[in-house]
């Protein structure tokens, strides 16, 4: 075997080495997730109850089962994460459930190249060290516990006085909890005990080494303490304990023996003991002295028979008896004669007790002589008083105050009620009896009614409160209560008096005060000497002055001097009784500033109806006329701005209605001298062919100036013309005129002058003249206002001029139209030489038919071209039709009927003459419907054709024709009346006949 060889150990003796080791252990394969066990050794299967093969493959966390809140599982699993060795101490359950403790020691193993492969486990069961270790805490945390539950403080120190143990008691009485004692030196940190007798006590045991004890006061704790020290080999134990109630009661009972001695000497009460065994007396206070009548030395010692003589000998010997025999306590008045021989009412308390380890007795005596007498007195005062109440019932049921007496309890019962009840709430005083008062109190008074009657049964001065009660018939009792409690008797004694009008007086005065608060007016109240009594917040404000300064004062500081003498007349009518409506009047402020107000004056009456003083209401109006002045103003300018629009609106509707020139410019010149205050205003307008400027309109003028003429730059008016700019001569002295214009101007009284063109599209039309009889100089209110007048005048003299030019030039083009169509008219004549003169002739007579049928003038015009151009059609049939002589055949009149559509295929293109149609398109249309060319029958045919075919026929048969001669007006008449209802229209026909009878006659 070589060398390498032998440096290789033995697998198989490792193996046998692992399956024979004690220690159990295990093996983990640390390159598999979850790090699976690969090898347990027997010695673990035995520790575990787990066989391998239920152990193999299995990350060791199983072991712990549910347990796995452990301290010791993240130390191995930082320790696995790290690839570090750990050893720690795990719970661990065996198969069977059972827990021991486990100390695991993991080491890492790697390869040559230094990787982890695995971790080995040693595992050693520890269980008795841990439940030992275990045991010995629990068995110091009793320990603590049982120290802590002791009221003495503990305290324990090493040898070196190195503080060990403290517990809570100990802690408490230096106000510190244990934990606050670690690391400090009770010696050093209380240093200021150290000359005290504890200190020294501690001092002494460690000296001597053997257990002393002491007792302080250490003010720092405000205790009592006393220590006992133990010493010791291995150090001190000491014990604190807390005796400041100890103390503090030692002194309280030396007190309390010193009080007693005081209390027994002083009380009012006589005191004495006595000896059971003998009856001899032990001690006595001074108030038996003064009793019995006897000195100290005379009593003690002595026995109580001798000296305590009864009046009655049976109560003599049972007194006795019971003073020699312990008996429980009891009390009886007896009668004795004091050493002066006079009778003496007393009762007497006996209570068994020891004193200094004998049986005694402690008697209690208290005097009752004076009591006696008192109560033979209040008998005889009772029987006396019995009979007064029996009167003072029968009074107090006279009384109109309800008188009640009440139980001084939550539940206040009425236990007696005197008569006044029926009449204040309708219920009888037996009604009331034994019920409680919330029975009959106000539900939402009676809380309150609770806390009174609480305050008055707690004794309380006698109390007065107000509360509601319900009448029988449901209404509100208002009631004022006084009461007072009589406590031996345990009774509320009561008087109500009904005050429901007086709270509704008082609550129409508290809403009085609050408006006179409220109010922003000033209120004053006056006494009948005009003296100021009242004066509310709304004076204050509104004169400056507070209540305090005016108070006491004459009335009269507020008012000028000027209207005094009005103000005391008024006043003097007042405190008669009469009353003035409000009057404005002014009043002075406290900055001196004069007020305009408005003042109300009334007297105030008393119950009997006496003026007793005044009220003044004063309202400051000085705002008020100021707004109403400024509204004034404001209203007189809209006024002034609505006359002048309305004025603008009649110039306007006179331009657009086209209104004479004239009547327009009187318009403009009349809102010039309304709303501009002239005296004088004129129009002239330019003649464009003469150049001249001629007067179109004047007002303002005495001197007629419609002749008056002026050339291009003569006069003022002729330059204002020729410059195109306003003239303004505030003086017309100033300025140099023609003989004859200052002649006039000075007639007129004129002294200024403003003039302005008349300017419309770049030419001048004319110029209006302002003039003035005083000085004057306009503003630009004034200009502005002028400025647009003076447009509306140029867009009237404007339109004037353009619809004159408009009016003839229409009246040309009708003219032309008119005589084109009177020519077409002569020209069918022409051509129809049967019909000449008969276009003229039906037109005529056709437009007077209509004007008597009142057809609108406007309407006439298409009457009149219709009835001229009634036949234009009829160029449209040929001529040999037309002027065939003879009759024409069944197609000839078929194309000769065609003429009203070819009238209408001529006109209807002429816009100006569609409205003419009516005519040449129905005039052969019959009444009965036997017309053409649409057969329309009745009114459906337009009325202008039905008159113009009576027309038509009339002249037709009163005229000549080659082939006949004219009818006679009769006959045609005739003809017209028979026709009348089948041919024409008889309304028509009736119009017809009466026009042409008019005209006969």
């Known amino acids: 075997m070589d060398q390498h060889s032998a440096s290789i150990p033995d697998l198989n003796l490792l193996s046998q080495a692992l399956t024979a080791n004690v220690n159990p252990f295990i093996i983990t394969d640390a390159q598999q997730l979850d ?14 109850g787990y066989r391998a093969a239920e152990i193999i493959g299995r990350n060791c966390r199983f072991m ?82 049982t120290l802590n539950r002791m009221t003495d403080g503990f305290l324990s120190f090493d040898k070196d006085w190195k503080l060990i143990y403290i517990n809570k008691a100990a802690a408490r009485i230096a106000g510190r909890q244990p934990e606050d004692f670690a690391g400090l030196d009770p010696f050093a940190t209380f240093s200021e005990h150290r000359d005290a007798a504890l200190s020294l006590a501690v001092l002494q045991a460690v000296e001597t080494g053997t257990t002393q004890s002491a007792v302080s006061y250490l003010p720092a704790f405000e205790r009592w303490i006393e220590l006992t020290a133990y010493p010791g ?36 009460i006589s005191i004495f003991i006595i000896r059971s065994k003998d009856g001899t007396f032990v001690d006595v206070n001074e108030e038996f002295l003064r009793q019995i009548g006897y000195r100290r030395e005379d009593i003690i010692g002595n026995q109580s028979q001798n000296l305590i003589s009864l009046v009655d000998p049976a109560d003599r010997d049972e007194t006795w008896d019971t003073l020699n025999r312990p008996q429980p306590i009891e009390s009886r008045e007896i009668l004795f004669y004091n050493k002066a021989g006079e009778a003496v009412h007393g009762v007497l308390t006996i209570v068994p007790t020891e004193v200094a380890g004998e049986t005694c007795t402690i008697c209690f005596m208290r005097d009752v002589t004076e009591e006696k007498r008192a109560q033979h007195r209040l008998e005889a005062s009772e029987a006396r008083f019995r009979a007064t109440v029996i009167e003072l019932q029968r009074t107090l049921d006279l009384s109109l105050d309800m008188i009640v007496t009440v139980g001084a309890d939550d539940h206040l019962i009425f236990v007696r009620v005197s008569a006044a009840s029926s009449r204040i709430l309708g219920y009888a005083p037996e009604e009331m009896v034994g019920r409680s008062a919330f029975d009959f109190v106000h539900p939402d008074d009676a809380a309150m009614t609770s806390v009174e009657g609480q305050h008055i049964s707690s004794g309380q001065a006698t109390t007065t409160f107000q509360n509601r009660y319900l009448h029988k018939d449901g209404s509100v009792v208002w009631l004022e ?50 003296i100021v009594r009242s004066w509310n917040p709304g004076a204050e404000e509104l004169y ?126 009349d809102n010039i001298m309304q709303r501009l205050n002239a005296d004088a205003v004129t129009v002239l307008l330019l003649d464009q062919h003469t150049l001249t400027l001629e007067y179109a309109a004047a007002r303002g003028f005495t001197t007629a100036l419609h002749d008056l003429t002026l050339q291009l730059g003569e ?118 030489h049967e019909t000449e003169g008969h276009s003229r002739r039906v037109t005529e007579m056709t437009v007077a038919l209509c004007q008597h049928l009142s057809v609108p003038p406007e309407k006439l015009v298409d009457v009149r071209r219709g009835a001229l151009l009634h036949d234009i059609g009829k160029m449209g049939v040929p001529d040999a039709v037309l002027l065939k002589p003879g009759k024409l055949t069944d197609d000839e009149w078929v194309m000769m009927r065609k003429h009203p559509g070819y009238a209408v295929d001529l006109l209807s293109p002429i816009e100006y003459l569609r409205p003419a149609l009516d005519i040449p398109q129905y005039h052969h249309e019959k009444w009965d419907g036997s017309g053409y060319p649409l057969g329309l029958k009745g009114e459906a045919i337009p009325r202008a054709a039905r008159v113009f075919a009576v027309v038509d026929v009339y002249d037709a048969l009163t005229s000549n024709r080659p082939y006949r001669k004219a009818w006679t007006r009769e006959r045609a008449l005739e003809h017209i009346q028979n026709g009348a209802g089948t041919h024409f229209d008889p309304a028509v026909v009736m119009i017809f006949m009466q026009m042409l009878h008019q005209s006969a006659t």
Request: glycine residues 6%.
């Open 35 to 48: 790090m699976p066990i690969v090898y347990v050794n027997p010695a673990f299967e035995q520790l575990s």
């Open 64 to 145: 712990q089962g549910q347990d796995r809140d452990q301290g010791a599982r993240r130390e191995i699993r930082d320790a696995l994460a790290q690839g570090q060795s750990t050893t720690t101490v795990l719970r661990n359950y065996r198969k069977d459930g059972t827990l021991f403790y486990n100390e695991l020691t993991l080491s890492p193993l790697r390869d040559v190249a230094g990787i982890l492969t695995h971790f080995v486990g040693f595992q050693n069961d520890v269980t008795s060290r841990e439940e030992a270790l275990r045991g010995e805490a629990q068995a110091r945390e009793q320990l603590s516990a």
């Open 233 to 268: 080999d291995d150090g001190m134990s000491m014990f604190l304990r807390d005796v400041t109630e100890s103390r503090e009661a030692q002194r309280e009972l030396q007190v309390s023996e010193e009080r007693f001695a005081k209390v027994f000497q002083t009380s009012p």
């Open 481 to 530: 209560w006084s009461a007072v409690v009589v406590p031996e008797e345990r009774l509320l004694y009561g008087v109500a008096r009904d005050i429901t009008q007086r709270q509704s007086a008082e609550e129409d005065q508290a809403f009085l005060v609050a408006i006179v608060h409220a109010s922003h007016n000033a209120i004053i109240g006056l006494s009948l000497d005009g």
């Open 544 to 669: 400056g002055y507070t209540s305090a300064e005016v108070i006491g004062q004459p009335i009269t500081f507020l008012i000028p001097a000027e209207f005094q003498i009005l103000e005391m007349k008024l006043i003097e009518r007042a405190r008669r009784g009469e009353r003035d409506p409000p009057f404005e009047a002014w009043r002075i402020t406290k900055s001196g500033k004069q007020i305009q107000v408005v003042v109300t004056i009334s007297p105030v009456l008393n119950a009997a109806a006496q003026v007793v003083g005044f009220s003044k209401i004063t309202r400051d109006i000085t705002s008020l006329r100021e707004a109403e002045h400024e509204v004034q103003t404001l209203n007189e300018n809209l006024r002034d701005q609505l006359r002048h629009v309305t004025g603008l609106q009649e110039i306007d509707r006179s331009i657009a209605a086209s209104a004479g020139l004239d009547v327009t410019l009187g318009l403009i010149l």
């Open 715 to 832: 006069g003022l008016g002729g330059q204002v013309a020729v410059n195109r700019q306003p003239m303004l001569i505030p003086d017309l002295r100033t300025v140099t005129l023609s003989p004859t214009w200052w002649a006039m101007l000075q007639k007129e009284r004129i002294m200024a002058y403003y003039g302005a063109p008349i300017i419309s599209k770049g030419k001048v039309l004319g110029v209006i003249e302002v003039l003035h009889r005083k000085p004057f100089d306009p503003s630009a209110a004034w200009l502005e206002t002028f400025g647009i007048l003076d447009n509306q005048a140029a867009i009237a003299v404007d339109s004037s001029w353009l619809f004159t030019e408009l009016e003839r030039k229409n009246l040309e083009l009708r003219l032309a139209y008119d005589e084109t169509i009177e020519g077409w008219a002569r020209a069918l004549d022409l051509r129809d």
